[in-house]
């Protein structure tokens, strides 16, 4: 058999994964929904770092919250972005380009090294008073 059909992917006898859809892979890291897309070449990792309080419950906590957003940026690793969603989510997002073929190890290590990096940058949204966005696994 040449290939075998796992899911969005063909696996190939050397352990080789091929997409036969947009394949994402979700899961959560302290309490935050997280996700893994593969394309040819590239894992795309992305989680949902916080939220921005409402000014309907918390008005005084906005201001650090807006002021932690501006400042971060420029300290996070290079490649990675951080976007303010039109809901008042908070996502931290970036991509791994793979060096030789698309495997679940390579998959799994990126997902694994992601989730540890995000560690400090969730620690300074939560003093900023974000919460942590809702789970979506």
């Not at 419950?57 to 940026?73: H, K, N, T, Y």
């Not at 989510?89 to 190890?105: D, K």
Request: charged content about 20%.
């Amino acid at each position: 058999m040449e290939h075998l059909p796992h899911g969005p992917f063909l696996v190939a006898n050397d352990g080789s994964l091929t997409p036969v859809r947009q394949p994402a892979l979700r899961f959560a890291w302290r309490g935050r929904g997280c996700e893994a897309t593969l394309t040819p070449g590239l894992i795309s990792l992305g989680i949902q770092a916080g939220a921005v309080p409402y000014t309907v419950d918390q008005v005084a906590a906005r201001p650090g919250a807006f002021a932690e957003l501006g400042a971060m940026p420029g300290d996070l690793p290079e490649g990675w972005r951080l976007r303010l969603m039109p809901d008042h989510r908070v996502r931290l997002e970036t991509a791994v380009e793979l060096n030789g073929a698309a495997t679940a190890t390579a998959l799994v290590s990126a997902m694994v090294g992601f989730a540890l990096a995000t560690d400090p940058y969730l620690d300074r949204l939560e003093s900023a008073g974000m919460r942590a966005g809702t789970v979506n696994t």
